[in-house]
């Protein structure tokens, strides 16, 4: 039950895209009033705040558990953290900026303690403590007819448009970095593993991605704009419970 509810977790990423306008990039657009084309920082949010202006709930089901997600001062920084108690929900961040004129995506994290008995290559414990997650729109005359039925299912139930494409960046219990695991529903959305083991739990690690190649390097072809920036701790399908933390998130021009 729970996992046709989660959608395979590509309901998780279907269920609030579109709605993007384009305005200032970063970092002018920091602390402005309306919808964004940069990412909303988390340390320039008060304590106590579900999340900086211009992020929204992720509601997968409403017959899903919502993790608690909240501004803190940890570790003398301001981030979210993020406590899921058999639950998957997340924050997501609507934009419209083109990836090629900002093709890196930057993030940190912070995990306690993996999920003992999570596994994202299989179908029936596939949480994560952490995810990063970026949406992107596309030609949707390409899909197949699958993704094509997928996607009317989707607006169907959400009233909005699907993402063309969407990679996830996870931390994973064993697989290696650079592992590619495919959604079980769709070939539009894949999981790309950037952490692995419990060999760095408790450290605030930094990532930097080339969006721009991983979306080549995983699709096959040239990305279309980005759509919406998530991240989701998420514990249902284990029926456990997870704590994590996380920096701020950035689109920028140069490595």
Known sequence: MRRALKLGLCGAILIHAGCAQMVTPWPEAAGAAGPYASVQPFSLTSPGETAPVGWEPWILSR???R???????????????AKANVSASGLLQPLAVSIADYPYLSWRWKVPELIADADNASRISDDSPVRVIIAF????SKLDFEDQSLAETVKLFSGREMPYATIQYIWENRLPPETVLDNARTSR??????ESGPQQLGKWLYFKRNVKADYERLFGESPGPVIFVGIMTD???????????YGDIRLSREE
């Open 63 to 65: 017959f899903l558990a």
């Open 67 to 81: 993790t608690h997600y909240q501004i803190v001062e940890h570790d003398g920084e301001r981030v979210l953290a």
């Open 137 to 140: 729109d596309g030609d949707r």
């Open 189 to 194: 959305s894949k999981m790309l593993v950037v």
């Open 235 to 245: 514990s249902n399908a284990t029926q456990s419970r997870a704590l994590a933390y």
